[in-house]
């Protein structure tokens, strides 16, 4: 966590987009925090949503692609531990290329709200709890109906 640097965009008023909001299962306590602070978001800012699960995070970019067809932003949520072998490296590139493949193949934008840290500590302080330093399933949501509406603007 960088610590610095954040924009401070809390809400736009995004009346009348709808959000994908697609979660991954894994680390459950965490996802589901960060999908109900992701609908939280959309809500503030007036939009509608559309929920979506899967298993882990390497799913997380084929469903996102299903909801860029039917949404305006998608926010893809998930967590990733690093462990002690290479496949944490090998799921956060799946992930992090598909999810930008979907958004510049689409036109739309899409939110990796994947957080990808070293201990579960690490992913409890980025995931909206109280006391956390971040809350990445609100962060990530604001972002993409932000973007949503620049490009909206730019015609």
């Known amino acids: 966590m960088a610590g610095f640097g954040e924009p401070g ?3 736009v008023d995004a009346a009348g987009m709808t959000v994908g909001v697609v ?3 894994w680390h459950g306590e965490l ?3 960060m999908l109900d602070r992701a609908v ?9 949503t559309v929920v979506a699960r899967v298993a882990g995070s390497v799913e997380l970019p084929v469903v996102a692609q299903a909801l860029a067809r039917c949404c305006d932003v998608v926010v ?14 090998f799921v ?5 290329d598909g999810l930008t493949r979907i ?3 689409t036109g739309k934008p899409v939110a990796h709200g994947v957080l990808t840290v070293n201990t579960i500590g690490q992913a409890r302080d980025r995931a909206g709890f109280d006391g956390s330093a971040e809350d990445k399933g609100w962060a ?4 993409a109906l932000d973007a949503a509406l620049t490009i909206r603007a730019l015609g």
């Open 9 to 11: 965009v809390t809400e």
């Open 23 to 25: 979660a991954a299962r």
């Open 31 to 33: 996802t589901d925090h």
């Open 40 to 48: 939280a978001a959309a809500k503030a800012c007036g939009a509608e």
């Open 76 to 89: 893809a949520l998930g967590v990733v531990i690093r462990g002690e072998t290479a496949h944490f490296d």
């Open 92 to 96: 956060c590139r799946s992930v992090t």
């Open 103 to 105: 958004a510049l193949d």
């Open 140 to 143: 990530a949501t604001v972002a």
